[in-house]
């Protein structure tokens, strides 16, 4: 695989999930937006990620980025494209409770 995200809209099949965990060995880095309910995955940086569903029409406020254990189905919320002092996010961490369940929602229905 070349590193280059997926945009997953609905629930991933078993190949895309093994496309979507083979770089970080089990590890899969997302980016989701919370308003249209989908998220891209796979790449090396949530930069790349979060440029790919700005370019496919996401607002920006709505993209927050983390992560996905593929063995363990542990969520982390762990991103630098998190850290916005306007949005009351001034964390790599996503703060506000609404936003991780969403965050959560979305992951595990598209990746679990």
Request: proline share 4%; aromatic share 6%; charged share 30%.
């Amino acid at each position: 695989m070349s590193n280059a995200p997926l945009v997953i809209k609905e629930k991933a099949t078993e190949q895309q999930l093994k496309d979507l965990s083979e770089h970080f060995k089990g590890y899969i880095k997302v980016v989701v937006d919370i308003e249209k309910e989908i998220l891209a995955g796979g790449a090396d940086r949530h930069f790349d990620e979060e440029q790919l569903l700005l370019s496919e029409g996401s607002l920006q406020k709505n993209l927050w980025g983390g992560g996905l254990d593929s063995r363990t189905h542990e969520i982390d919320y762990n991103s630098i494209i998190n850290l916005r002092p306007n949005q009351n996010n001034p964390s790599r961490d996503i703060m506000s409770p609404e936003i991780r369940e969403k965050f959560d929602e979305i992951v595990k229905k598209l990746l679990i």
